[in-house]
Every structure is written in structure tokens, then in C-alpha cells.
């Protein structure tokens, strides 16, 4: 990106962040990233903006994608599985999964020209897509069991085929029962119980296995955490 357009891509970020500080978002890394944080500490939400390093002074795209994570989480994936590399991610997607706006090539073009229509309507788009899930996740009971019955689905308009299930979240805040539980459902409505044993006799075979596909890493996480696959 050149010095001119990433100027203009930070100086949007911050007109961002500027508007949507009365919802309880800060920023960080000049804006780049805005985070918003449970009244209970317990888990936080952030936004990062990206770029392309195609623009132009007409054409400065920013991209949101969001991510939930938990210092507690990660604290708790060090100390049980003493994972050097934790982060305690719970969730992660592009903004717009999570809205109308779902399997769209959608760029947010913030051309100074462009900042005073498109900018209300990203940060309208934040607000009413992100801020039910911090609401969810401020009881994390609840949210444990919201996330047994509906896995992650969230809203109507999130695809959670290939989406991950947060076992270790489930395990960490609710109990491996719990997490049993919400595999069980995961695996019947993904149709994933052939895949879980693919990798569940690969890893018991040879201590390791690669990730194949993006589910996998649930299947990891229900490994290394005993679930069972009842099916």
C-alpha cells in the first residue's frame, strides 16, 4: 500500500473506531483493530481491518474480520494441554458471514470521497451483527449452552457448514459433559461422524494427524480433550 492510500485506509479506521467508541469499542494498532470487551473481562471481541496492497487514491478497500477470544481460554489451553502457541480463540469469520451480505464479494471502498456515505453503513453493520454476540457471551453459561443445542450458529444468516466447534471453550467454561454433548449434536447435524473417525484411527495409529479440512481442528480438539464419538 502505498504511504498516500495507507494514510487514507488509517485515517478511516480511526473515523471508525471514532464512531463506534459509544458502543464500548477501543482501539488498537491505530485503529486497525477495535475491540470490544465482556463486563465480565472474561472474553473480548475484535474487528481488524485489512487492505489491499492494489490501492489507489480512488480505491482504498478495507476488509472487517471479526474474532472472539478469551484471555481465561488461553490461559487454560496452557495449562492443560501446554500449548506453547494458545490463543485462546473461541470464533472467527469475515464480518459480512454474519449478515445479508454472506457469500458476496463485498470491499468497503474508503476513498476519501467515499468515507461520509460508506463508513455510517459499515458501522451500522457492526453494530447490529456483533454486539448480540458480546451480549451472549457476557453469561458464558449461556453461551455454553446456546453453543450445545446450536453449535455456532448465531443468526439465521451464518453458514456454519466447515465451521469449527470451540471444544475447548466449552470445556473451559462449561464441563467435558457439556463439550460431549455439543460434539455429539455437532457431528449429527454436520454429518461429520465419518471424518471424526477417519481422524480419531489416524491420530490413535500414528500419534499425529494432518489437517485434511478446515473441521478437522474440531476433531483435534475433541481428541486431545477424550471425547467420544457416539455414532
Known amino acids: 500500500m502505498e504511504t498516500k492510500t495507507r494514510d487514507i485506509f488509517l485515517a478511516a479506521c480511526t473515523k471508525i473506531a471514532e464512531q463506534l467508541a459509544i458502543h464500548g469499542f477501543k482501539p488498537m494498532q491505530k485503529a486497525q483493530t477495535i475491540r470490544k470487551t465482556t463486563r465480565n473481562k472474561k472474553v473480548y471481541l475484535d474487528i481488524h481491518f485489512q487492505s489491499s496492497v492494489k490501492n489507489w487514491s480512488g480505491g482504498v478497500m478495507l476488509w472487517p474480520y471479526l474474532s472472539i ?41 474508503m476513498a476519501v470521497s467515499n468515507q461520509d456515505n460508506v463508513i455510517p453503513k459499515l458501522c451500522e453493520l457492526i453494530v447490529a451483527y456483533t454486539l448480540p454476540l458480546v451480549d451472549l457471551l457476557e453469561d458464558t453459561d449461556q453461551a455454553v449452552q446456546f453453543m450445545v443445542a446450536n453449535g455456532v450458529a448465531f443468526n439465521e444468516h ?74
Not at 97 to 106: F, I, R, S, V, Y
Not at 179 to 206: G, M, P, V
Request: aromatic share 10%; hydrophobic share 35%; proline share 2%.
Open 69 to 109: 477470544a478469551s484471555n481465561e481460554l488461553k490461559r487454560w489451553q496452557v495449562q492443560q494441554h501446554r500449548e506453547g502457541n494458545a490463543t485462546g480463540t473461541i470464533f472467527a469469520t469475515r464480518l459480512e458471514n454474519l449478515t445479508p451480505l454472506k457469500n458476496k464479494t463485498q470491499d468497503w471502498n
Open 158 to 231: 451464518f453458514d456454519t457448514r466447515h465451521q469449527n466447534l470451540p471444544i475447548d471453550f466449552l470445556c473451559c467454561f462449561g464441563s467435558v459433559a457439556l463439550a460431549q454433548k455439543a460434539f455429539d449434536n455437532y457431528l449429527l447435524q454436520q454429518k461429520l461422524t465419518a471424518s471424526a473417525k477417519r481422524f480419531y484411527e489416524e491420530i490413535a495409529a500414528k500419534g499425529e494427524a494432518a489437517n485434511r479440512v478446515v473441521t478437522d481442528s474440531t476433531m483435534r480438539a475433541a481428541y486431545r480433550n477424550q471425547l467420544t464419538i457416539n455414532g
